[in-house]
């Protein structure tokens, strides 16, 4: 028979109240949310067609007719920010997903073996920390060529040893518990006992860190298009629609003001959610950024 | 200390090492003969063969990573296939730029983050804290090129205060050199000083509720000195970790930075020479920036000793 002997949990309701009462969670997860049903709704609809180019709509100031503006050909500013939505969030999410999948095993393996495992980990982590993701797309791209792909490996790779690190720190908090040892005195295995008894307990801390890094993917996927070094034309991208809007500062500034509002305010509603979630779940240890 | 100062220096030389290997494998790996593209299309594959013998390029695997490795120890990377001269006088020339630019957005950082965050510490959940961290919420969220963008929108194109961009180069004087990197100084600090300032002051908050802060107001040292004479100080440590991060991010913002305000950095030679595809000026300034990376990161380690002296005590 096994005995859980882990920490009371806190009722859903309890959680949900508290929820609703932090200030930040909510508003973060009100933008979230519309970012991902503008990005949705994009699929469906835009109000304009961007695929098509009409010469003689180009760069006009925001009115009734173009909410915000159009761009040098005569795209419909709105249209391509909806359409940009999904291309930030895919690499994001994507970047997050490799992170996680590569660095939450060799994090919850480093704590669960130690000793030289354990400090290999230490030192790859240390080799890969010191190539910051440009750098990484910078070679990725000087061999393979550009494009939202390398973007994605990019911010993936530098997305691992930080979701390692958290991972690791995590669980060798929990492995000097009771309930592990019941479990190993049960005669569970190293492997199990991470899947089924760390990993539950540093979910949250792995759901924090998974915002914080979907906010910072989405900032870097902005600034490889930026350069020509993620997503390329015609696809639009938040990140190529500034680089455009670079050289027309003087007669088009809405070219630029309004994509990288959309960065802003996409990244202050997933850091919001982020600061939101560590105060519901975990009062004491408030997120140090 | 000693003990604590030689690990971190042999960890450092050891990721140096492998990055190296790193950067020399995808070297290694790239498409692309480098002697055909010194020639071109229509030299004959004797003049290639030829070529790669003198560039030593027909060596084995390890042969040429040393040699590789020792010319980067000695500064020298090799020619660049395009501008046909050495990679390192390249590099000099824009390091005047890159590295300056670097430092003042960090300095700036540094100087904006530190007061920002003992404001806000001190004042801890009253108006003032809620308006300041507000707006390093909102600091963080911003990319640091569209902030440049906006700047230059505003200080040159409206009130023509500085240059949109270009660099006179130091020879024009330094005032007017510096001036042309004020606006890019500004946009990598600000988003830069806007994460160390939430640092700061989640740090000071964490030492400013421990005893011996208590200890040290009840013999009567007035809040000022607490705070900036002892919460400061043991609050360094979590601040001194993140500068070192940042700087790596700093370097990568520079190279980004630099394409807005049209600066001839690093960053503008490393595009050119990727559109070039000459990649050996692009594998030599990844290692380049790598190795600050790495140094900078050690810089830190040391200064854990300098900051806290329990590790100086420490074997």
């Known amino acids: 028979m096994t005995m859980r002997v882990d920490p009371p949990e806190e009722t859903i309701a309890g959680v949900l109240a508290k929820a609703f009462g932090n200030r930040s969670f909510l508003i973060g997860l009100v933008i979230t949310l519309l970012i991902v049903a503008v990005a949705l709704l994009s699929f469906i609809w835009t109000p304009y067609d961007v695929t098509k180019l009409v010469i003689a709509d180009k760069t006009q100031a925001p009115s009734w007719a173009h909410w915000f503006g159009t761009d040098h050909f005569g795209r419909d500013i709105l249209s391509m920010i909806m359409i940009g939505a999904r291309n930030s969030i895919a690499v994001a999410l994507v970047a997050v997903g490799i992170g996680m999948g590569i660095g939450v095993p060799l994090g919850a393996f480093a704590a669960a073996r130690g000793g030289l495992a354990d400090e290999a980990l230490m030192r790859v982590n240390d080799l890969v920390f010191a190539f910051p993701a440009l750098l990484s797309a910078i070679m990725i791209t000087a061999t393979f060529g550009p494009g939202a792909v390398n973007a994605i490996i990019a911010i993936g790779i530098f997305n691992i040893p930080v979701f390692a690190r958290v991972t690791r720190a995590g669980a060798l908090a929990i492995w000097p518990r009771e309930f592990i040892l019941a479990a190993r005195a049960a005669g569970k295995g190293m492997t199990r006992i991470s899947i089924e008894h760390i990993l539950p307990n540093i979910a949250t801390l792995l759901l924090v860190q998974g915002t914080i890094q979907f906010a910072l993917g989405i900032l870097a996927e902005a600034g490889l298009s930026y350069v020509g070094l993620g997503a390329q034309p015609p696809m639009p991208s938040w990140g190529r629609m500034l680089f455009d809007a670079q050289t027309r500062m003087v007669t088009a500034p809405w070219m630029a003001i309004f994509p990288g509002m959309a960065i802003v305010i996409t990244v202050l509603g997933l850091n919001l959610l982020g600061d939101g979630i560590a105060d519901i779940l975990d009062p004491k240890s408030r997120r140090r950024r | ?315």
């Open chain 2, 1 to 315: 200390m000693t003990a604590y100062l030689l690990k971190r220096l042999i960890i450092a030389a050891l990721t140096l090492v492998l990055a190296s290997m790193v950067v020399f494998a995808v070297m290694e790996i790239l498409p692309g003969d480098p002697a055909r593209l010194m020639l071109g299309m229509n030299a004959s594959a004797e003049q290639v063969e030829v070529l790669r013998d003198q560039m030593g390029l027909n060596a084995p695997l390890v042969l040429r990573y040393l040699r590789w490795a020792g010319g980067l120890l000695s500064l020298d990377f090799g020619r660049s296939y395009t501008y046909s001269v050495p990679v390192i006088d390249l590099v000099r020339e824009r390091v005047v730029v890159s590295l300056p630019l670097a430092l003042i957005a960090l300095a700036l950082s540094t100087i904006i983050a530190i007061p920002v965050g003992v404001f806000s510490a001190s004042r801890q959940g009253r108006a003032g804290d809620t308006l300041t961290m507000g707006a390093a919420q909102l600091g963080v969220a911003v990319p640091n090129f569209w902030f440049a963008l906006m700047l230059i929108y505003l200080f040159a194109v409206w009130l023509h205060l500085v240059p949109a961009g270009g660099f006179p180069g130091w020879g024009a004087g330094i005032w007017i050199a510096l001036k042309s990197l004020i606006l890019p100084a500004i946009a990598l600090a600000l988003p830069q000083a806007a994460i160390l300032g939430r640092v700061a002051r989640s740090a000071l908050i964490e030492v400013l509720n421990e005893d011996y802060i208590r200890t040290a107001r009840a013999k009567g040292l007035p809040y000022r000195a607490v705070l900036w004479r002892h919460a400061l100080r043991n609050a360094m440590i979590p601040v001194l970790t993140i500068l070192g991060l940042q700087f790596a991010f700093l370097l990568a913002g520079t190279i980004i930075i630099e394409n807005v305000f049209y600066l001839p950095g690093l960053g503008r030679l490393i595009f050119q020479a990727i559109t070039q595809r000459d990649l050996i000026v692009v594998e030599s300034i990844v290692m380049l920036l790598v190795a600050a990376v790495i140094l900078i990161n050690l810089v830190v380690d040391f200064s854990y000793a300098i900051v806290d002296p329990r590790l100086r005590g420490r074997q």
